[in-house]
């Protein structure tokens, strides 16, 4: 009789051995999610020595290296997708363009900071928005952040704020007047109030979302200083300079949470909302750009950072397959509230946690599949891609001007790479023996392709009318409102919802008069 007892002794032991080994989800730590804007897989001091970025390689170093971290081909989507934990296409896939498109985040999403504000987190955004602006209720104020200081739109010049037909800068409820100044410049000044104002008894978030490196190439001189004149074609020396902006904003933050003692207690997350832009930025040695769902345009430079990683991760890869959407639920478990988000009228939560990954815990993603798009149409028709296992199926046309299916060289777009054949109607890669996309091997694999397809095609058995919020095409957006740019022009001329309560009331005051 004695050996059963040890015997079970024994398990129960190792059991509990086991599960201290095991690093349990950090509890309430402070969260930082960076995102820098069309920033290529290659632009980046660790990938490429001609970039001077110190501080990312610093985190990429002692921190993760996510390596196989995917978001969409373009801007909104992938921040649709962090802000709300879905796959794009049951999130939206379009970019709001023109910008008085009145679209926006689905309304009955509850976003990220709203759930972590369940668990009384300070919740912080500075930087670009572009999740809709057309009512108030698609301010990020009343998403769940505490404050907000940045743009509404996609996109603007960097100095003077300007984008299409007004001027766009924003604080909170309001226009900032903090216009004219290089943006980065103004979000390091609000960075400095806010950790200044944070008592570090309270858990902190701060989603910092740079306007760098995204069009137009401009750069303040101390940056561009940093590299030689003669060191690279014009464009190209810009564009290295806007790199270094980015590290320099994000070492700010970091800064402050060491000062302010928060370092240990801290996740800071790292990525690109998609690749670098054609023409612009190098996804070396990676196939294709921004707007394509190649590798190139897809699979983001990414890394994590903290006190709270345990120290055997310290320098290491996790080479599991991670989504941007996998923070909402990341962040939430960590927060100690529900991720869960479900309800009449959206999908639910397609995001896992990955703290097993940043942990150690475990090599292996969690997901059976990642959606990277689904029938959707942008330059294009029909296009999507999906990853099962080690493969990829990308389908449709993924040409979209200049150079989007090569393979650009570390100095791109001073010189050129090869193209390749371009997907139509599919292509199919072996992304871990193949991370390049060299070798499409639709015709060779049949049966796997079409295990594939299936499995891509299974998403169309969806509600159609909730995928995209029911627009399944760029092109079959609403039209423009013809209201907003003199409402803009009547209200100081900047950005702002146009579709107010104040403007229904003077309208419907106006009508009664006549």
């Known amino acids: 009789m004695m050996a059963p007892r ?6 129960t032991v190792c059991a509990a051995l086991f599960a201290l080994a095991s690093a349990a989800p950090p509890s309430k730590p402070n969260i930082v999610f960076v995102l820098v804007d069309d920033w290529g ?8 020595p001609e970039i001077k970025s110190p501080m990312f390689d610093e985190l990429a170093s002692t921190g993760v290296l996510l390596d196989r971290h995917y978001v969409f081909k373009y801007c909104s989507p992938s921040r649709a997708s962090l802000m709300s934990g879905r796959w794009p296409h049951h999130a939206h896939q379009w970019n709001i363009v023109p910008q008085t498109v009145p679209l926006g985040m689905n309304l009955n999403f509850t976003a990220m900071p709203a759930k972590l504000k369940q668990a009384g987190y300070a919740t912080h955004m500075v930087g670009k928005w572009h999740l ?19 743009f509404l739109t996609g996109g603007e010049d960097h100095v003077t704020q300007r984008t299409e037909c007004a001027t766009d800068f924003w604080t909170d409820s309001a226009p900032d007047p903090r216009n004219g100044t290089y943006d980065a410049y103004t979000y390091c000044s609000v960075i400095d109030s806010l950790f200044e104002a944070h008592d570090p008894k309270d858990p902190f978030f701060l989603y910092l979302a740079l306007h760098n490196v995204h069009a137009p190439l401009e750069a303040p001189d101390e940056f561009l200083n940093m590299y030689a004149a003669n060191s ?11 790199v270094s902006v980015a590290d320099n904003v994000t070492a700010l933050v970091v800064k402050h949470l060491k000062d302010k003692g928060m370092w240990n207690n801290s996740l800071i997350v790292i990525s690109a909302d998609n690749g670098g832009e054609l023409c612009i930025g190098s996804n070396y040695p990676l196939k294709g750009s921004k707007k394509t769902f190649f590798e190139g345009g897809v699979r983001s430079s990414a890394f994590a950072s903290g006190g709270v990683l345990p120290e055997k991760m310290s320098g290491t890869k996790v080479e599991g397959y991670i989504h941007i959407a996998d923070w909402y639920p990341t962040f939430c478990k960590m927060a100690g509230v529900d991720p869960s988000d479900s309800g009449e009228g959206k999908f639910p939560v397609d995001g896992v946690d990955v703290w097993p990954l940043l942990s150690g815990d475990t090599t ?17 028709p029909d296009q999507g891609a999906i990853i099962v296992g080690d493969y990829k199926l990308i389908v449709g046309n993924q040409k979209d001007g200049c150079d989007s299916l090569m393979h650009s060289p570390q100095d791109y777009p001073c010189s050129q790479g090869p193209e390749l054949p371009d997907c139509e109607p599919y292509c199919l890669y072996n992304i871990i023996d193949d991370p390049t996309e060299m070798h499409d091997l639709y015709s060779s694999q049949p049966d ?7 499995r891509y095609m299974k998403y169309a058995k969806e509600p159609r009318d909730q995928q995209d919020q029911g627009y399944h095409s760029q092109k079959h957006l609403p039209n423009a409102n013809k209201v907003a740019c003199p409402y803009f022009a009547a209200h100081g001329g900047y950005w702002q919802p146009w579709e107010t309560s104040s403007r229904r009331r003077d309208e419907k005051a106006a009508h009664s008069l006549q």
């Open 132 to 150: 809709g602006l057309k009512s108030e209720g698609y301010l990020p104020v009343n998403r769940g952040f505490d404050t907000m200081t940045g």
């Open 41 to 48: 897989y290659a632009d980046v001091g660790f990938r490429n």
């Open 232 to 242: 690279t074609c014009a464009s190209r020396r810009k564009y290295q300079a806007m």
């Open 6 to 11: 040890i015997l079970l002794f024994g398990v």
């Open 364 to 380: 292996q993603s969690s997901h059976d599949e990642i959606v990277l798009g689904f029938n959707f149409s942008h330059a294009n």
């Open 448 to 454: 796997k392709g079409k295990d594939l397809l299936a």
